[in-house]
């Protein structure tokens, strides 16, 4: 049995425990209510089976089809959504009465701020109570609704009322977070883990002066990031595990945004968030090779992380040149020697590996070079790429490497030919060149049909342009009237020979255009040649293309015979 086998069988055995583990839990919470039931109608046992029936046997088909239920949207809406969404407005409630009270002098601050955490202890009893009649969803967002009254009480005596310092309102805010992760641990909720660190993200920004002191904000983001991430991983929360790594640079990027309106962010405050999402980019990899977590979501949380921290890196770096390249060619190296490391024994983390490689390698051609001079590189490394994923069979690389060359062939489309000896004429050549072993390969590798007819139409029309534009440069020494004449010949020769090629080939679409092409420089010479050329011009236009016309009849004759 190979390596990538086991390890498919103990990820399979690990979402196995995980799905136990949470029919177990409700299980027992069905049997609660089976003993409250019968505490309430006087049973103590369940109705014996009589002798004369037997325990009935679901069929396999039954069983499978009970499993295709369809969603009770009563239930989804009204127990999971509903205490969700309105938990946030029961808060706003409490906000505004404080205000109203505030307004009225009712209350005094000291008060106000009792009746806050009094309120937020009031929601967490309340919460609990609900949990333990098995009301779980309910419980857990009053539970989540405590912990942001806290955190709303612990900012209004802070920056509101300067009852207590900056250190002090951290502190208790580390507190409330601490104790809504214990709650979750205890519930073995994700919503609710995800929920408290949503607030323990937002602390920094609910004390004062916070911009004012970058480590201090970039050191605890990361903590807590670390820390969520590590009960994430023991508990095998999947969301929770994402949200982390997005929420982590949710804050960073506010923390951009709100302080440009007290200064502007200068360079090192960049540079040392980028170095942050470097680090987090650094975590997720040593956990992407422990293969800890569910393979999908990890391999969406890698490329996602390495997309950002290419943009934190020009971002922070775009004065240090060499940054920026040494760090996309440490990356490209880092991930290739990761795809050669787990060839044959993952094809997924070899896929993910080389996806990341190829951007790696992509961006930095596109920043050692000007677009024109990389287009050459780009086109041969796109079709290096769509080879190797053809070879590995990994659909993620055949992405990766169609983008890349994808991004080449619109550079070229871009920069058009002016003369026969330059730049834009050879990076045309290798187009058509890798165009013509790209469908060479495709059909050799036996991918999906698709593959090599997106090559072989891209080729086609990329041939016809490269013709299109040596025509008129060929004879741009010589007046207009001859450039178009060149132009409607060259199309016209195209058309004889599409017709041609479909017809040894035995291709009925190759025919087709032929036939199209042959109407379409008809109407150019109609439309555009016969206004600016001369009779004799004309002449020759018209017994050239009238010749082809006839010739490519006389091919469909001999096509019908066939």
């Known amino acids: 049995m190979s390596s990538s086998r086991l390890y498919e069988l103990e990820e399979k055995m690990e979402r196995l ?29 369940p109705p014996p089976l009589s002798k004369n029936k037997q325990p009935s046997v679901i069929p396999v088909k039954e069983a499978s089809e009970t499993k295709k239920k369809t969603i009770d949207w009563e239930v989804w809406i009204g127990q999971v959504w509903l205490p969700r969404i309105f ?31 009094a309120a937020g202890g009031a929601l967490l009893i309340i919460g609990q109570k609900q949990i333990k009649q098995n009301r779980r969803a309910l419980g857990l967002v009053l539970h989540g609704g405590a912990i942001s009254l806290w955190m709303i009480t612990t900012f209004a005596i802070h920056v509101l009322y300067h009852f207590i310092s900056a250190p002090i309102a951290f502190v208790l805010n580390v507190i409330w977070i601490v104790f809504g992760i214990f709650l979750s641990n205890q519930h073995l909720s994700q919503i609710l883990a995800i929920f408290v660190g949503i607030g323990g993200y937002l602390i920094p920004f609910l004390l004062e002066k916070q911009g004012h002191h970058l480590s201090l904000f970039t050191s605890y983001e990361v903590l807590l990031y670390f820390s969520l991430l590590i009960f994430a991983l023991k508990k095998r929360f999947t ?34 968030l980028a170095s942050a999402v470097f680090l987090q980019h650094l ?33 922070a770096f775009a004065h240090d040149q060499w940054v920026i390249r040494f760090t996309l060619a440490v990356m490209f190296f880092i991930y290739a020697s990761l795809a050669f490391f787990f060839h044959k024994k993952d094809g997924n983390r070899q896929s993910l590996s080389l996806s990341i490689a190829t951007f790696a390698l992509m961006i930095l051609f596109m920043h050692l070079w000007h677009a024109d ?52 004429t050879l990076c045309w050549s290798i187009w058509l060149a890798t165009l013509y072993v790209l469908i060479r390969l495709f059909k050799r590798l036996s991918l999906d049909p698709a ?9 086609i ?14 004879t741009e020494p010589f007046s207009p009237y001859v450039q178009q004449m060149s132009l409607s010949f060259s199309w016209a020769a195209f058309a004889a020979g599409s017709v041609v090629f479909g017809t040894i080939r035995d291709k009925k679409a190759m025919r087709l255009l032929g036939i199209g092409l042959i109407f379409l420089t008809l109407l150019k010479l ?22 082809i016309g006839i010739i490519i009849s006389r091919l469909f004759y001999r096509q019908q015979k066939r």
Do not use: C
Not at 451 to 459: H, N
Not at 529 to 544: A, E, H, K, T
């Open 451 to 459: 593959w090599a007819k997106v090559a072989s139409v891209s080729f």
């Open 239 to 272: 969301w929770l595990y994402i949200a982390a790594f997005a929420l982590l640079h949710a804050a960073f990027f506010l923390y951009i945004v709100l302080n440009a309106f007290l200064f502007v962010p200068n360079t090192w405050t960049f540079k040392v």
């Open 87 to 117: 938990v946030f407005v029961l808060l706003l409630g409490i906000l505004w009465a404080f205000k109203v009270a505030s307004n009225a002098g009712l209350f005094s601050p000291s008060v106000k701020s009792l009746l806050g955490f």
């Open 461 to 474: 029309a990329a041939l016809f342009l490269f013709i299109s534009q040596m025509s008129v440069v060929l």
């Open 283 to 315: 975590l997720l990899l040593a956990i992407f090779l422990q293969k800890t977590m569910a393979i999908r979501e990890q391999m969406a949380t890698m490329f996602a992380s390495f997309v950002l921290s290419i943009i934190w890196l020009f971002a």
């Open 526 to 547: 109609v439309f555009i040649d016969l206004p600016i050329v001369s009779l004799l011009m004309r002449s020759i236009l018209f017994i050239g293309l009238g010749s």
């Open 17 to 45: 425990e995980t799905e136990i583990a949470s029919l177990k839990a409700e299980h027992q919470a069905i049997m609660q209510e089976l003993t409250a039931i019968r505490k309430h109608t006087g049973e103590t046992k």
């Open 373 to 424: 001079s990389a287009v050459s590189f780009l086109l041969l490394e796109g079709s290096i790429a769509l080879f190797l994923g053809g070879k590995l069979a990994s659909k993620l690389q055949q992405i990766s490497g169609g983008i890349v060359y994808a991004f080449g062939s619109l550079l070229v489309l871009v920069n058009q030919i002016h003369h026969f000896l330059s730049l834009e």
